[in-house]
């Protein structure tokens, strides 16, 4: 098992990594400080698989856990859902000293988060992420949040969850197309911040796509240092932190007009982030050759790298980025890279550029 720190001071809390964790997490939760009543909010595909592993672990360290289930995907994360989460949190008279289990991939994580930081004004939270794209990304960092139809994740707080319990078992069960798109995020991690991670992942893509727990383990590991280490410098994302939007700014408004159903999470960042590397050498003199290594790397992860918009879609593709969370004074704002292991936010990406680089991508389609 690795250990990972995130570095907040009092509020400091570690992440596990390694196998067979589910079946303790009861006893890391106790050694976090945590007691009493908790709730586990699962989505119900994951309910089934994981929820009686977690309960039972919970039960055997001496808490008291009661299952919220929730609807699967992107969709179920709304106000609405929150809502009835609340209304379980109730029913079963959790207190402020009760906790959440958020067991699942990013959409429950963000989901359960949220409802940890506002439930009674605040509860503390767990994160058990089950995806390689929550294990890496979002379980880490205390974003959480829900979307609504303007944009994704226009509601939500920062709220540190007190442990991170990664179990690289779980993603045994992952389908391809979810374990592939959990890579879009490592290859950002590398891209914006570690070059030596960049050529890891070129050099052994094929073990990673073929789950080589040898390969796994590590890059999951080194991709948690990396968000800990950026957290730990910027909590509230008003400076370095916001590097981990890379090719969040397009990736996002993909998802939303397409309500969230069309592409996985991954899938759309990938499109987002080769949209970015090619806005990169138009803008910061990063090299033609590095965004045709970019761009090689998703191919090879099997990721989408090009995406043709119908002139209507453009339209609502652009005032979807003009409603992204990084906007400011109406000016869409870009996360951009010099070099493969360096990338600057606050960027401002002259319309002309992103209509070149949208229709680069359609060209390629």
Known sequence: MRKVTVPLGQRSYP??????????????TRAAGLAGRCAIIADANVAPRFGHIVAASLQAAGFAPMMVTVPP???????????????????????????????GGGVTGDLAGFVAATYLRGIAFVQVPTTLLAQVDSSVGGKVGVNLDAGKNLVGAFHQPRLVLCDLDVLGTLPDREYRAGLAEIIKYGIIYDEPLFRRLEKNLDRFLARDPKIVGPVVARCCEIKADVVGQDETESGLRAIL??????????????????????????VGQVAAAML??????????????????????????????????????LEAMRLDKKVSGGEIKFVLADRIGAAVWGQHVPDTDVHAVLDALAANA
């Open 245 to 270: 939007n890379f090719g969040h700014t397009l990736g996002h408004a993909i998802e939303a007009i397409t309500a969230y159903g069309t592409f996985l999470h991954g899938e759309a960042i990938s």
């Open 73 to 103: 995907g992107e969709k179920s994360k709304n106000l609405r859902v929150v809502a009835h989460c609340y209304d379980q949190l109730a029913r079963h008279r959790l207190e402020r000293k009760s906790f959440i289990v958020a067991l």
């Open 280 to 317: 990169s050498a138009r803008l910061r003199g990063f090299a033609p050759a590095e965004v045709d290594r970019v761009r090689e790397l998703f191919r090879r992860a099997g990721l989408p790298v090009a995406l043709k918009f119908s002139a209507a879609q453009r339209k609502r593709l």
């Open 15 to 28: 992440i596990l990594v390694g196998g067979s964790l589910l079946d303790a997490l009861g006893r890391h």
